[in-house]
């Protein structure tokens, strides 16, 4: 066992790690930047909503529909030319961040339109009674009301992402997913297999356990 142990190339893992992390960190961010708009819009257009508008919420929804339905590692694959374009290269962290974005945003815009769906539509009345914006409105009593399942989806999205992140190895994009890819698969090396594994298994229940606490933090009672 010790000698399992000993032959793993812990440089590498730890390296591999920290990518993933990154990967994780930035498409996550940008996908909050992006996602969340959208998915804001998406509620405000849909029907019998403060900006109604059929055309455009049906025309947008197909986007994220399309976008949604693309498996990842084709969705890699199409989008070099730009990735290559906006990033100067189509390996490695900066050349998996686009696509991982474009996978993520629209994933997590539906949900944003879901959890902005369940909020009591009484809220919305009151507060336009009140003389309130489209704006305020938003701000002041959707975004409150809608927190908890907003980072709920926010939980889903980064696991989602960390699955993304674990496909971007097969085409040099780092992180643990490489790695696997690498020492697993090309060298035969079953420990670092099994290492990633349990390292992604870990990251993956993390995030769900923090998702989980803050969901329950901000639940209004």
């Given amino acids: 066992m010790m000698a399992w142990i000993a032959a793993l190339p812990w440089i590498d893992?730890?390296?591999?790690?920290q990518d993933t992390f990154i990967m994780l960190g930035a498409s996550m961010t940008l996908t909050l930047i992006?996602?969340?708009p959208l998915g804001v819009l998406l509620f405000l257009t849909g029907k019998r909503q403060l900006l109604d508008a059929p055309i455009f919420y049906n025309t947008v929804s197909f986007l994220v529909n399309v976008f949604r339905s693309v498996?990842?590692?084709?969705?890699?694959i199409v989008m070099m030319p730009a990735t290559e374009f906006l990033t100067g290269t189509t390996i490695g962290?900066?050349?998996v961040i686009p696509p991982l974005v474009v996978g993520a945003a629209p994933f997590f815009a539906r949900l944003v339109e879901t959890a902005f769906k369940e909020v009591d539509r009484g809220i919305?009345?009151?507060t336009q009674a009140m003389g309130a914006t489209t704006r305020q409105i938003v701000l002041g009593a959707l975004l409150p009301e809608a927190l908890p399942g907003i980072i709920a989806a926010l939980t889903v999205t980064a696991i989602a992402l960390v699955s993304y992140t674990a496909m971007s190895g097969l085409?040099?994009?780092?992180?643990l997913g490489d790695?696997?890819?690498?020492?697993?698969?090309?060298?035969?090396?079953?420990?670092v297999l099994i290492v990633t594994v349990l390292l992604l298994l870990l990251l993956v229940q993390c995030l769900q356990m923090t998702g989980d606490w803050l969901v329950r933090r901000f639940t209004r009672r």
């Fill in 34 to 36: 992006f996602g969340l």
């Fill in 171 to 175: 085409v040099g994009g780092g992180g």
């Fill in 179 to 191: 790695l696997a890819v690498r020492y697993g698969y090309h060298r035969y090396q079953n420990n």
């Fill in 93 to 95: 962290i900066p050349g």
């Fill in 13 to 17: 893992i730890a390296e591999a790690t």
């Fill in 124 to 126: 919305i009345e009151a």
């Fill in 71 to 76: 498996p990842f590692i084709i969705l890699l």
